[in-house]
């Protein structure tokens, strides 16, 4: 039996790993998976050793604040490492913790297969070194990363995006939003405040605030929101308590909310890929701690910090950060989506290139064989 150490600290990386081990299991049912992650993974049989939400923090200040139950869970996997190597270690994005641990696994040789390249090519560049040095495969999910880190001297198989043929409602929105107690005919706004506490701590205020501006001018409006599965409904439940409006919490189906709503607010992340392919028109929000701000802008290479405007390589969904991310600007932009058919159905046009860009490109390996390849099976 193989055994394979796999590691997603946030809700994202546990979907992910949750189709990865499934996959394995299919081609051999004998590997053998443990680590940190969430319920996904939990299902797909995956021994969880940490929970994946104790670990789902952003920002600067936020790790900082964090550090004690950071580091724990970073000292417990090296014990772990040290005292029963995995045959692979196996590290699903994550970067900042992940490459710690990578760099401590191949230092006692043990292999490392790093799934969902850090964005180097997007920010701080520097670190593609310690990644040369502490990963023997990067598995990349966009084309262009693979020239980026075999210029780099980095191994490198492009294995596909994982969501782009998974990512798909399976209910149509009528029925949907019947089983919810929600007139079809009303306009219906997603909040997406984000799968990580912090996020949830320093954006959900201001996208109910932004909500509450938004039934002001039209109370016809309906409000879904979809809870991550690294989250629990006590870490919305007092900020869902201090408002009068009606908001529909829905529990790991964010699929079928993408799809039943007329237009969204969403933080940054991995879910503006997932909404844009599903094709709903988005807003794009982001607001860290003054620190961090400061630290990352001098640090970004690119113009853009939504997925879905990265792949695209132009704004097609609205990005409102920092000092612009208020409940005014925010409701303004929302509602115009929400009342101008045309632009709403222009942007769902924009959005339906995404797709097709990221499956060009035919993959090299899929992640399961690749992992297969790496355990020697």
């Known amino acids: 039996m193989k055994n394979v150490l796999i590691v997603a600290g946030e ?9 990865l081990v499934r996959a394995v299991h299919e081609k051999d049912p004998s590997v053998h998976f ?45 014990e772990q490492i040290k005292n029963s190597p995995p045959d692979l270690l196996l590290l699903i994005d994550y970067a900042e913790f992940n490459l710690k641990l990578a760099e401590y696994a191949k230092g006692l040789g043990v292999k490392v297969l790093f ?9 701080r560049q520097g ?8 990963v023997d495969m990067m598995a990349v999910i966009f084309n262009f990363e693979k020239e980026f880190y075999l210029k780099h001297d980095v191994p490198s198989r492009y294995v596909g995006h994982p969501l782009s043929h998974n990512v798909k409602p399976d209910q149509d929105r009528n029925t949907f939003l019947q089983k919810l107690g929600i007139n079809s005919q009303h306009k219906v706004l997603g909040l997406f405040p984000g799968s990580r506490k912090s996020e949830i701590k320093r954006l959900l205020p201001i996208i109910i605030k932004s909500a509450e501006l938004i039934h002001k001018k039209n109370s016809d409006i309906e409000f879904l929101l979809p809870l991550a599965s690294t989250l629990k409904k006590s870490d919305i439940q007092s900020y869902i308590d201090n408002t009068r409006l009606n908001i529909h919490i829905v529990h790991n189906d964010a699929y079928n909310v993408i799809n039943a709503c007329d237009a969204i607010v969403t933080v940054s992340g991995t879910i503006t890929l997932e909404i844009a392919l599903i094709g709903t028109p988005l807003i794009i929000i ?5 620190l961090t701000y400061q630290i990352v802008r001098h ?7 939504g997925l879905c405007n990265i792949v695209a390589g132009k704004q097609i969904a609205t990005e409102l950060l920092q000092s612009q991310a208020n409940p005014n600007d925010i409701a303004e932009s929302l509602y115009e989506l929400l009342v101008n058919d ?3 159905n222009k942007t769902r046009q924009e959005l339906g290139l995404i797709h097709q860009l990221l499956i060009d490109a035919p ?8 992992t297969l390849e790496m355990l020697g099976s």
């Open 11 to 19: 809700a994202s990386g546990d979907a992910h790993g949750e189709r």
């Open 299 to 305: 640090l970004i290479k690119i113009p853009y910090i």
């Open 127 to 134: 670190r593609v070194i310690k990644i040369r040095d502490s």
């Open 342 to 344: 045309d632009l709403n």
């Open 363 to 370: 993959i090299d390996i899929s992640i399961s064989d690749l």
């Open 286 to 290: 982001n607001k860290v701690s003054w």
């Open 34 to 78: 443990y680590g940190v992650g969430g319920s996904n993974m939990k299902s797909a049989g995956v021994d969880i050793i940490i929970e994946a939400d104790e670990l789902a923090v952003v920002g600067l200040w936020e790790v900082i604040a964090h550090r004690k139950v950071i580091f724990a869970a970073l000292n417990k996997l090296k």
């Open 115 to 123: 799934y969902i390249s850090p964005q180097v090519w997007a920010w």
